[in-house]
């Protein structure tokens, strides 16, 4: 079965400093990767994926990806981060399986501290 | 949020009524799904729809239903038999349901209290 996971509910960072949000995954065969940020009491917005090609994906808002095969990994990364990245971060992966649904983690809320 | 609506944003109901949320979409989308926000627990699917006039139930249908008559519509209502249904809602469409590598396009949700 897929499934992944998000092993930090919370990451705060210093405003400037670097930022990683982690991802990791389960599939059969190769995913399919996704992050989605969602701000307070809206909808989820899609960031960047992953389907093939060059590990290191590029995405909205200075947001990048690397995905890891060995590590089954999917770490959401920003060289220099803002107050207004504060927000609910999501990870979701599809298997490539016919009937493989997208699935989400649980969330990760990044704190950008002043 | 793109090109998806939702509405209400908030709504109240008494326990045992049934709801309907709306969801209404302008991107032409084939595939729209109702998800299940929890805190704590991310999104979990409650129903999905690749084409109009089909769908299929995702991992939490049970006391949901919804219908496709039209490409922009996927309307869920949730029952009585939903023992627990105050949560956030987000309904979403991707460009394809059979196509994995489309990412989603989210509405901005509806809040449903249930006391």
């Known amino acids: 079965a897929q499934s992944v996971a998000q092993p930090e509910d919370q990451v705060n960072v210093a405003e400037g400093n670097p930022l990683t949000v982690k991802c990791t995954y389960s599939?059969?065969?190769?995913?399919?990767l996704f992050w989605y940020v969602q701000y307070p009491n809206r909808g989820l917005q899609f960031l960047l994926k992953?389907?093939?090609?060059?590990?290191l994906v590029k995405g909205s808002y200075g947001f990048e990806a690397e995905f890891n095969k060995s590590q089954t990994s999917f770490h959401l990364k920003k060289p220099s981060a803002l107050v207004s990245d504060s927000a609910l971060y999501f990870c979701?992966?599809?298997?490539?399986?016919?009937?493989?649904?997208?699935?989400f983690g649980k969330g990760t809320r990044l704190h950008i501290l002043p | 949020d793109g090109g998806i609506t939702q509405s209400p944003k908030y709504l109240f109901r008494k326990e045992g009524q049934n709801v309907t949320l709306s969801c209404e979409q302008n991107?032409?989308?084939?595939?729209m799904y109702w998800y299940r926000q929890d805190p704590g627990q991310g999104l979990r699917l409650i129903y999905y729809?690749?084409?109009?006039?089909?769908?299929q139930k995702g991992d939490i249908a049970e006391g949901y239903s919804v219908s496709r008559e039209k490409k922009e519509s996927f309307p869920l209502t949730v029952t009585s038999a939903q023992k627990n249904p105050t949560a956030f809602y987000l309904c979403?469409?991707?460009?394809?349901?059979?196509?994995?590598?489309?990412?989603?396009?989210f509405g901005p949700g509806t809040r449903l209290t249930v006391t």
């Open positions: 979701a992966v599809v298997g490539m399986n016919r009937d493989d649904k997208i699935i």
């Open positions: 979403a469409s991707s460009i394809k349901g059979s196509g994995r590598a489309y990412e989603q396009y």
């Open positions: 729809s690749q084409i109009v006039n089909d769908f």
């Open positions: 992953y389907i093939t090609g060059d590990n």
């Open positions: 991107l032409n989308h084939d595939a």
């Open positions: 599939v059969s065969g190769n995913p399919y």
